[in-house]
């Protein structure tokens, strides 16, 4: 593989980051797909199938694993297969401390605190336009802690300046 470096300029790009190596099964998936690619099937022989649906997700919501289709062995069906796309991680981040803070007690924390707001964030989602800064002020937290919420949910995503729900 390729000695590729993930390069973040942005302090929220670390949550995907943190929420794979903070977890032991995802971890391991990870370093799987380090090694060799790998298809969804695969990573369920050694790992949870939930574990890896998840731990997929946030790869491709940190823009950190390759896809592409496994030729099939004739009169299969062809399979996405999978690997890690970087080697080496390089980061020039500036944040004040309270967006730091935000950011990793997103991506460690499992406290009920985090899934009231994460509640909260969605139901406001459902009745409005989905802008970062609306959003922000209608739940009374930061825009940075609602752009690291969404990068923690599976299912939601930054898009320019809103946020938006993910199809699987």
């Not at 302090?11 to 690619?37: H, Q």
């Not at 731990?55 to 996405?80: A, H, N, V, Y």
């Not at 989602?125 to 989905?130: F, K, T, V, Y």
Request: hydrophobic share 35%; proline share 3%; net charge negative.
């Amino acid at each position: 593989m390729l000695g590729q470096i993930k390069v973040v300029n942005d302090p929220v790009e670390l949550v995907p980051l943190l929420v794979i190596f903070n977890n032991t099964a995802y971890k391991k998936i990870f370093d799987s797909l380090s090694l060799n690619w790998m298809t969804q099937a695969e990573l369920a022989e050694k790992n949870s199938e939930k574990d890896v649906e998840e731990c997929l997700l946030f790869l491709r919501k940190g823009s950190l694993i390759d896809e592409q289709w496994r030729m099939p062995t004739p009169g299969q069906k062809s399979e996405k297969e999978y690997r890690a796309t970087y080697t080496r991680f390089r980061s020039n981040i500036q944040c004040n401390f309270a967006d730091l803070a935000d950011i990793l007690y997103i991506s460690t924390s499992n406290d009920e605190e985090l899934r009231e707001r994460a509640q909260k964030l969605e139901e406001e989602l459902d009745h409005s336009s989905g802008s970062i800064g609306d959003l922000a002020r209608k739940v009374g937290v930061s825009q940075t802690y609602i752009k690291s919420l969404s990068k923690r949910i599976p299912h939601l995503d930054v898009k320019g300046q809103g946020l938006v729900r993910l199809e699987k």
